[in-house]
């Protein structure tokens, strides 16, 4: 495949020659790859093209202080792949592929482009494969050194094995050879130094000084070089204080990069410095969220983003900043939902922000806003058995908490329904495994007076005469009862937890004790709580001493020490404790309950309503930026462009024709697309459920205004139901990124934009969305979201006091 990614695309369908000038632009490459029909949206270049970033990078700054020379005669791609470089480094690796291949669109004879985009992608060997096949190609272009990189990568990418076994280690080994072979080479002693670190549990075990010192010879050189990054990991679970310093400038060597300012909370996390946890991770989603508004990318398309918002929400609730964690808890559940990237069954945001916000709004016992946010989309009854009882266990405290019994009680009832029908089933299945036992069972395997058309005792094992029956039924049974168990036992659980607070509801504190001792792993706070109320104060300070010990400055639990030690009477050990807690919770909102029942504590100390004394930034923390500078604390949607396109009859419709409701927009790629009439035939007789629901349909086509006429004819249940126009020159679909700046080829893409032009959803594809159900329902849940906001409506930080500036600024 000759000059690949500057060529012309033969785009469109099989078979379909006239409808190829819709859609490709004019071969530019003289001597153009082999000709075969593709697939309308594929890329010519084979199947590993079709998948990752299909539009054209652009030089961000910010990605690292990187060179890594190869051989190119454009300066622009040479500037691209050193940005490749740097993102490689971030574990960017959405954005690096973009950036190598946008170098390769500039100079498809660069081999080290395709390394790029193999390593960015090694986590998928399929894909990485098809890249480095390209590299390897065009090895002839390239010099010794990038020879190195490439075979030391293919040879990587065809071994078996585990990637933190022997051919990871063998490719520690080559980048170690290049590094020697080229001591300028920083990158090679960067990724000798990852390598070493990804395969440090393979035989032979490796020192961790060793490995430190292969990067700290690149920080001597480049003391910004983003390998700060594997500093950290190196040192997070070893010795969390040795990558104190790499902390301190890892996200000042690749601002850019939202994962280089999130591996410092790792660090801070582990030493117990939240606030500082709290601040890197704070600065990670801002320059996410930036990035994804700005360049209209689909969030959980970054692998990471979800791992650090819900890492974000658990230190902000270990300081007390109830509020910020719920409202990112909500953000992450109003993200757009889609079936490769982000569902519950997935561990995404969705995943996450349900979890979080259960988390926050039961542990600052926000029962009130438990019960409100039950009725929204945030927190909606779902089908998964897991995520249904998680949410009436819950809801069911809640109510019993804000004293509606009632309520409460329905849910109890619910749980014990469903605990009855899992009991129930378990028991058919002992008996049908039984009575199956039985007809296998001879005679004299019976202990005296049994018999099989007997009934027999309770524990049918007990019947059996021989050791090794009674084992094959305890098997058997076993067999039998394992679906009904974890159901059962969780169950169990729910229901002797709800009684437990029912019976706090009552003031029945001793009861509620003794049932919440039956329900399972609890909260320590919760036990403490009945603890003091039912007189024994002294065993919930004893219990709450060594909580706090192992949760060490987090606001919660020595809230819970302090409040206990005062209704225990020992209010000189209270007022201590206190006077800790006032600098834990600097930034804590004093208005969740556990805060607010101190309040009398502070007033007889003779403290200031406000008694939190905000601290100073550590000394070792570097300097930082402020916060509302790198980005939105929520993820918003991003405004739609407008256009104004023709239909068949030549009517002009545009998208300000939608103001004031939601619109569906569909790009399809000409009436010659066999996929895309699919599409169109899987939408078309779901119009009138989407105008019922208030959403209207529109398609955009590749395809002159003349044959848009065709796309009506194609379809055979009566008159097409929703509007077609043309866009036959391309222009929305440039606007809206349904389109390949890298091969010059149109794409698929649904659009759902609300009536005040923000794009809520979208898929952009080789493949069209085929599923008009999924979107519907998307688009109702997404603009059920009364929270949710739209661009330029974000918040300012939510930074408080003296720790507002100081030397970070943020």
């Not at 000394?619 to 930082?624: C, I, L, M, N, S």
């Not at 606007?735 to 794409?747: A, I, N, Q, S």
Request: glycine content about 8%.
């Amino acid at each position: 495949m000759s000059r690949l990614l500057t060529s012309a695309l033969i785009p469109a369908c099989l078979g379909l020659l006239a409808a190829r000038s819709a859609v490709a632009e004019k071969p530019s490459d003289p001597k153009p790859a082999a000709k075969k029909d593709v697939l309308a949206g594929h890329s010519y270049h084979g199947e590993a093209f079709n998948e990752g970033a299909r539009q054209k990078a652009y030089l961000m700054g910010g990605t690292g202080n990187v060179t890594f020379p190869v051989t190119t005669s454009s300066s622009p791609a040479q500037r691209f792949i050193n940005q490749g470089i740097g993102q490689l480094h971030g574990f960017w690796y959405f954005e690096a592929e973009r950036s190598f291949r946008q170098a390769a669109t500039i100079d498809p004879d660069c081999a080290m482009a395709y390394w790029g985009m193999a390593f960015a992608n090694k986590g998928n060997v399929k894909r990485a494969k098809g890249f480095i096949a390209e590299a390897v190609k065009r090895k002839n272009n390239a010099t010794e050194r990038e020879v190195l990189y490439i075979d030391a990568l293919d040879t990587f990418l065809k071994a078996k094995g585990s990637a933190g076994g022997k051919r990871g280690r063998a490719l520690a080994a080559a980048f170690q050879s290049i590094a020697e072979k080229y001591p300028h080479d920083l990158e090679a002693k960067a990724f000798h130094g990852l390598y070493l670190y990804l395969t440090r549990n393979s035989k032979p075990r490796l020192k961790y000084e060793n490995m430190n010192k292969v990067l700290q010879d690149v920080l001597a050189v480049n003391p910004l070089h983003p390998c700060h990054h594997y500093v950290i990991h190196l040192w997070d679970y070893k010795d969390a204080k040795r990558a104190l310093p790499s902390s301190a400038a890892c996200g000042e060597s690749s601002p850019a990069i939202a994962h280089m300012w999130h591996m410092p909370g790792h660090i801070y996390s582990r030493l117990k410095r939240y606030r500082d946890a709290v601040w890197q991770q704070e600065a990670s989603a801002r320059v996410d969220h930036a990035h994804m508004i700005r360049d209209q990318v689909f969030p959980d398309r970054i692998h990471n983003f979800a791992h650090n918002n819900e890492w974000l929400i658990r230190n902000l609730i270990y300081v007390g900043r109830a509020r910020d964690a719920m409202d990112l808890a909500k953000n992450m559940i109003e993200l757009p939902r889609h079936p490769k990237y982000n569902t519950l069954a997935k561990r995404g945001s969705t995943y996450y922000g349900r979890l979080r916000l259960f988390q926050v709004l039961s542990e600052f016992e926000l029962w009130n806003d438990l019960i409100a946010l039950a009725k929204t989309p945030y927190l909606e009854p779902t089908d998964r058995d897991d995520q249904k009882l998680k949410r009436r266990r819950l809801l069911g405290r809640a109510w019993f908490a804000t004293g509606d019994a009632k309520q409460g009680d329905a849910i109890l009832t619910l749980l014990d329904a469903g605990l009855k029908k899992e009991q129930a089933g378990r028991n058919r299945a002992v008996q049908s495994a039984q009575a199956a036992f039985r007809r296998n069972v001879p005679l004299t395997a019976l202990k005296p007076g049994q018999k099989p058309g007997k009934p027999q005792p309770r524990d049918f094992g007990k019947s059996l005469s021989s050791a090794g029956l009674r084992k094959q039924w305890n098997s058997a049974r076993s067999r039998a009862t394992r679906p009904f168990d974890a159901k059962i036992r969780s169950l169990e659980q729910a229901v002797n937890e709800l009684k437990s607070h029912k019976a706090a509801a009552r003031k029945d504190y001793k009861q509620a004790l003794a049932l919440l001792a039956k329900a399972g792993r609890t909260s320590v706070l919760d036990k403490a709580r009945l603890q003091v109320l039912s007189g024994d104060a002294a065993a919930a300070v004893k219990a709450l001493q060594r909580h706090v010990k192992s949760r060490k400055n987090e606001v919660l639990p020595l809230a819970g020490l302090v409040e206990a030690l005062w209704k225990a009477g020992r209010k000189d050990e209270a007022a201590k404790q206190f006077a800790v807690l006032r600098n834990v919770a600097g930034q804590a909102d004093l208005d969740v309950p556990a805060l607010a029942r101190l309040a009398p504590l502070a007033t007889e100390l003779q403290w200031p309503s406000d008694w939190r004394t905000p601290q100073p930034i550590a000394k070792d923390f570097g300097t930082r930026p402020p916060l509302d500078e790198l980005g939105p604390f929520r993820w918003q949607p991003f405004q739609a462009a407008d256009w104004s396109l023709k239909d068949v009859h030549g009517k002009v419709h545009s998208l300000k024709d939608y103001r004031g409701k939601p619109v569906i927009v569909i790009f399809y790629l000409g009436y010659g697309c066999l996929h895309c009439a699919e599409q169109l035939q899987a939408f078309a007789p779901k119009t009138e459920k989407y105008r019922k629901a208030g959403y209207s349909l529109i398609a955009i086509s590749t395809d002159g205004q003349p044959e848009l006429q065709k796309s009506h004819d194609n379809y055979k249940k009566g008159k097409f139901p929703f509007l077609l126009v043309s866009d036959a020159r391309l222009d929305v679909f440039k606007k809206y990124r349904v389109y390949d700046d890298f091969e010059k080829l149109t794409l698929h893409g649904t659009f759902v934009i609300d009536g005040r032009g923000y794009v809520r959803w979208h898929d952009i594809s080789f493949e069209p969305f085929m599923d008009p159900e999924f979107v519907l329902k998307e688009a109702q849940r997404l603009l059920g979201q009364s929270g949710s906001q739209t661009a330029g409506q974000g918040r300012k930080s939510p930074r408080r006091g003296a720790e507002a500036g100081a030397r970070s600024g943020g």
